[in-house]
């Protein structure tokens, strides 16, 4: 993040802040496991924040993966402009203000109160460009083809045994992820005795982001309970001979016996998905584009003469979440913690929301600033974990309305298009949840919006990843102290001011853009 500064002082210079306590016992502050945008965003921000980051990858650098994600929600969008990040990644695709379900539902997202009103449609490797070179220019270490072998954890770090290949860093930032959130990829370390064999990395915190098959959550033991909800899912780029409505569409055959998916990227591909319930087989089940192109003709009425499939594929969804995201001083986030369905386009989107809330904590505990460092550890799982259970239940909400086949469930999921569409509340609550617009952590910790203050808006005071106290001026032109029951210190605060001068209260905004309860 850069360090733009504020009235009543200036942001820290992350650069020339040595980490707290790092001695040659350990080799990086936090070792992130996994290269997909979970990854790249936490690692990018805790390097801006003047740490030492090493990230490994299994896949060797440049190696391209299905990309499976492709929507970007308002709130997502949000953090992105928060790390001056959104406008270039706005441009490498198109938007889109409504969403419509099941031929008779209609959701606007023009509504939204906030600067981007609407889904981005763009290729999960744009994402990751953008956020690999942030995190690159900040200094992050990254070592491809390696995998994790094993992890031990004691009181003062976590020891990390890596397996992988000799050879320099050889990046270019070209690859993909398949999964939702840059799943099953962890990176490589250079040995310095030129064999392949193991070798360790000492590091204070270590974080699994290397999804659905987590070597991390593996080697902690822990359970990741749930089950496949839909098998056989055909997903394609294409081209279409007709120009279909710029809607985001999902549609289900009368019979309920197959869905498709349609969304525009802007640039002539099309992202098209389809299920089939009387073909469930395999994912390596061999997939032509006639199969896509029936399933479109039930489900949507014609197939848009679909043609020159870039890449097609074949694939399952299962819903599962690890009981925890912390074991001590090892973390999960995005695949690795959580999985589920891809209708709502939940998966990269929720992935990189476990990235800004869990970036900021950590660099709070390890830079020396929080008041009660394991409280705000701790933090992660109260606000994360039953956000990642809603983002279960709401995509295979949408999912099982789409399998929707006996006339009872068809019933029902016309009752509650119905219900959705014609009660403004209902449709509201839904819209922010999907936006993630509507999404807070309770009582004292709400998302703030890109507030107008005198110093300039919020989302740009935030790119210096630092706390902001939002204060009125006092007549004397003194400021106001940070109380003492705020989360951190006042180490790297950054202080301003209401535009209104009528405005009386004071708030406190996290890096990640939610209040701070005081």
Same mark, same amino acid.
């Given at each position: 993040?850069?360090?733009?500064?504020?009235?009543?002082?200036?942001?820290?210079?992350?650069?020339?802040?040595?980490?707290?306590?790092?001695?040659?016992?350990?080799?990086?502050?936090?070792?992130?496991?996994?290269?997909?945008?979970?990854?790249?965003?936490?690692?990018?921000?805790?390097?801006?924040?003047?740490?030492?980051?090493?990230?490994?990858?299994?896949?060797?650098?440049?190696?391209?993966?299905?990309?499976? &994600?492709?929507?970007?929600?308002?709130?997502?969008?949000?953090?992105?402009?928060?790390?001056?990040?959104?406008?270039? =990644?706005?441009?490498?695709?198109?938007?889109?203000?409504?969403?419509?379900?099941?031929?008779?539902?209609?959701?606007?997202?023009?509504?939204? %109160?906030?600067?981007?009103?609407?889904?981005?449609?763009?290729?999960?490797?744009?994402?990751?460009?953008?956020?690999?070179?942030?995190?690159?220019?900040?200094?992050?270490?990254? *070592?491809?083809?390696?995998?994790?072998?094993?992890?031990?954890?004691?009181?003062?770090?976590?020891?990390?045994? =890596?397996?992988?290949?000799?050879?320099?860093?050889?990046?270019?930032?070209?690859?993909?992820?398949?999964?939702?959130?840059?799943?099953?990829?962890?990176?490589?370390?250079?040995?310095?005795?030129?064999?392949?064999?193991?070798?360790?990395?000492?590091?204070?915190?270590?974080?699994?982001?290397?999804?659905?098959?987590?070597?991390?959550?593996?080697?902690?033991?822990?359970?990741?309970?749930?089950?496949?909800? +839909?098998?056989?899912?055909?997903?394609?780029?294409?081209?279409?001979? @007709?120009?279909?409505?710029?809607?985001?569409?999902?549609?289900?055959? #009368?019979?309920?016996?197959?869905?498709?998916?349609?969304?525009?990227? !802007?640039?002539?591909?099309?992202?098209?998905?389809?299920?089939?319930?009387?073909?469930?087989?395999?994912?390596?089940?061999?997939? @032509?584009?006639?199969?896509?192109?029936? +399933?479109?003709?039930?489900? $949507?009425?014609?197939?848009? !003469?679909?043609?020159?499939? *870039?890449?097609?594929?074949?694939?399952?969804?299962?819903? *599962?979440?690890?009981?925890?995201?912390? &074991?001590?001083?090892?973390?999960?986030?995005?695949?690795?913690?959580?999985?589920?369905? #891809?209708?709502?386009?939940? !998966?990269?989107?929720?992935?990189? %929301?476990?990235?800004?809330?869990?970036?900021?904590?950590?660099?709070?505990?390890?830079?020396?600033?929080?008041?009660?460092?394991?409280?705000?550890?701790?933090?992660?799982?109260?606000?994360?974990?039953?956000?990642?259970?809603?983002?279960?239940?709401?995509?295979?909400?949408?999912?099982?309305?789409?399998?929707?086949?006996?006339?009872?469930?068809?019933? !029902?999921?016309?009752?509650?298009?119905?219900?959705?569409?014609?009660? *403004?509340?209902?449709?509201?609550?839904? +819209?922010?949840?999907?936006?993630? +617009?509507?999404?807070?952590?309770?009582?004292?910790?709400?998302?703030? #919006?890109?507030?107008?203050?005198?110093?300039?808006?919020?989302?740009?005071?935030?790119?210096?990843?630092?706390?902001?106290?939002?204060?009125?001026?006092?007549?004397?032109?003194?400021?106001?102290? $940070?109380?003492?029951?705020? #989360?951190?210190?006042?180490?790297?605060?950054?202080?301003?001011?209401?535009?209104?001068?009528?405005?009386?209260?004071?708030?406190?905004?996290?890096?990640?853009?939610?209040?701070?309860?005081?």
């Amino acid at each position: 993040m850069s360090t733009t500064g504020t009235t009543h002082g200036t942001a820290t210079n992350h650069d020339a802040t040595p980490s707290p306590d790092l001695t040659p016992a350990h080799d990086t502050d936090v070792l992130v496991v996994g290269a997909g945008p979970t990854g790249l965003l936490l690692a990018g921000d805790l390097a801006a924040a003047g740490l030492k980051v090493t990230v490994v990858e299994r896949r060797p650098a440049g190696r391209s993966n299905l990309t499976r &994600a492709f929507a970007v929600h308002a709130r997502t969008l949000e953090q992105l402009d928060a790390r001056g990040l959104a406008d270039e =990644l706005l441009a490498t695709g198109t938007t889109i203000t409504s969403l419509r379900l099941f031929g008779q539902l209609s959701l606007s997202l023009s509504g939204l %109160q906030t600067r981007f009103p609407f889904l981005l449609i763009t290729p999960q490797y744009e994402v990751e460009h953008l956020l690999e070179r942030r995190a690159r220019s900040a200094g992050v270490d990254f *070592r491809y083809g390696t995998e994790l072998h094993a992890l031990r954890q004691d009181a003062d770090g976590v020891t990390a045994e =890596l397996t992988g290949h000799d050879g320099a860093d050889e990046a270019d930032g070209s690859h993909a992820a398949d999964g939702t959130d840059g799943t099953d990829r962890t990176d490589r370390t250079d040995r310095t005795d030129g064999t392949d064999g193991p070798v360790t990395v000492r590091a204070r915190y270590l974080v699994g982001t290397d999804g659905v098959r987590s070597a991390v959550r593996t080697a902690l033991g822990l359970p990741f309970p749930g089950a496949s909800v +839909i098998r056989s899912i055909v997903l394609a780029d294409v081209r279409l001979d @007709e120009e279909p409505d710029k809607l985001l569409t999902v549609a289900a055959s #009368p019979s309920g016996d197959a869905f498709a998916f349609l969304a525009p990227f !802007g640039d002539g591909w099309y992202r098209v998905m389809g299920w089939d319930r009387r073909r469930q087989v395999a994912d390596d089940e061999p997939v @032509e584009l006639d199969e896509l192109r029936n +399933i479109a003709r039930r489900a $949507l009425g014609r197939d848009y !003469g679909m043609r020159d499939a *870039r890449w097609i594929s074949r694939f399952h969804s299962d819903e *599962r979440q690890a009981p925890a995201y912390r &074991a001590g001083r090892v973390f999960l986030a995005g695949d690795a913690a959580h999985v589920h369905s #891809p209708a709502g386009g939940q !998966g990269m989107n929720t992935g990189l %929301q476990d990235a800004a809330n869990l970036s900021w904590r950590l660099a709070a505990v390890l830079r020396g600033t929080a008041r009660d460092p394991e409280a705000v550890l701790d933090g992660y799982q109260t606000e994360r974990h039953p956000i990642g259970a809603r983002v279960l239940r709401t995509s295979g909400a949408i999912v099982r309305l789409a399998m929707a086949h006996t006339p009872l469930q068809r019933f !029902g999921r016309n009752l509650a298009t119905r219900v959705i569409g014609s009660v *403004r509340p209902v449709a509201d609550r839904a +819209i922010g949840q999907i936006s993630g +617009i509507g999404i807070g952590y309770g009582p004292g910790t709400r998302r703030v #919006p890109d507030l107008k203050l005198r110093e300039g808006r919020l989302h740009e005071l935030l790119r210096a990843g630092e706390f902001v106290l939002v204060t009125p001026e006092d007549s004397d032109g003194a400021t106001p102290a $940070l109380p003492g029951t705020a #989360p951190v210190t006042d180490g790297g605060l950054i202080r301003a001011t209401w535009a209104n001068p009528a405005r009386r209260d004071t708030l406190l905004v996290r890096p990640d853009g939610y209040t701070a309860a005081l």
